[in-house]
């Protein structure tokens, strides 16, 4: 199995590139091996390797700045995903295309299905839906895997942001007006896997998050507890108008119950993800 990787140094990359079986045959690149938003660069990378699958784990992922560099999110989050599919497609490689849970408005108070509707809020979700929408135009048989609030022991993310500023016995204020199912990354490594080995028919949109909802406040509160700090750090604050608009509930229904997929216990996912080398 050959397999061709984007956003190889981001946490999804990362995981992805240390759960591939050991005889599969990999490419790993990034933003500077490989520039997803240059239609020829990907042609050539794609001709030349001749993968049986694309895994695009590429994206602009930060909400707060793309409201000022929405060409940029939408470059990569869009355009970039549409000269992928295409590509794929020409060549006949498998496509799996990670998108975002902010591509719903959170107005719901039960979780999304994939037959939900999207609306999304701000750029971000925005250019994570192009990117869904022009996935699937150019390429029919592309897998989009929606997840959300993504953690690992890889890379800088909330929860080991949280952990830093817990060991350094920092104050924390935290939302506790936004609910989402945050997810371990190396449980979507091991899903994509799957479904490249064990489900190569599989299209359309699936749904992968971990199995419990709660909000970023009581997430940080586990961090907390993870790392042995005092709970007292970590204070409630509401999300204020002059900030970026996010979904107040985008908890998905998903397929982390399934036998074929791997599902750590937050618990264990935190203690992982916060250890110190």
């Known amino acids: ?8 140094r ?34 050539s990378m794609i001709a030349g390797f001749q993968p049986d699958a694309l895994v695009n784990a590429a994206a602009y992922t930060n909400v707060d700045a793309a409201e000022q560099n929405a ?16 590509s794929a497609r020409k060549h006949g490689a498998r496509m799996i295309h990670f998108s975002s849970d902010y591509v719903f408005d959170g107005r719901k108070n039960t ?12 750029v971000y979700g925005r250019s994570k839906l192009a ?11 592309t897998l989009i895997i929606r997840t959300a609030a993504l953690f ?36 979507v490594a091991h899903a994509v896997i799957a479904f490249i080995r064990d489900y190569p028919a599989v299209r359309g949109i699936a749904h992968h998050t971990g199995g419990e909802a709660l909000s970023w ?30 979904p107040a ?4 229904s998903s397929i982390h119950s399934s036998e074929h997929i791997v599902a750590t216990s937050l618990e264990r996912a935190l203690a992982a993800s916060v250890a110190e080398a």
């Not at 979780?111 to 701000?122: K, M, V, W």
């Not at 830093?164 to 936004?178: K, L, M, P, T």
């Open 1 to 8: 199995m050959r397999i061709l990787i984007t956003g190889a």
């Open 10 to 43: 981001g946490q999804l990359g990362q995981s992805l590139r240390r759960a591939l079986p050991e005889d599969w045959e990999l490419i790993a690149t990034d933003s500077k091996t490989l520039d997803i938003t240059n239609a020829e660069a990907v042609e």
């Open 71 to 86: 060409e940029k999110a939408f470059a990569i989050n869009a355009y970039g995903v549409h000269h992928l599919a295409r």
């Open 111 to 122: 979780p999304y299905s994939e037959e939900d509707a999207p609306q999304p809020l701000n």
């Open 131 to 141: 990117g869904e929408v022009l996935a699937l135009a150019a390429n029919s048989d």
């Open 152 to 187: 690992s022991e890889f890379g800088q993310n909330f929860v080991k942001t949280i952990a830093a500023q817990a060991r350094a016995g920092e104050s924390i204020s935290v939302v506790d007006d936004q609910v989402c199912c945050p997810t371990y990354a190396p449980d």
């Open 217 to 246: 406040y009581a997430l940080a509160q586990k961090v907390v507890a993870a790392v042995g700090a005092s709970p007292a750090l970590v204070s409630v604050r509401h999300s204020t108008a002059d900030e970026t608009p996010r």
């Open 249 to 252: 509930y985008s908890v998905l």
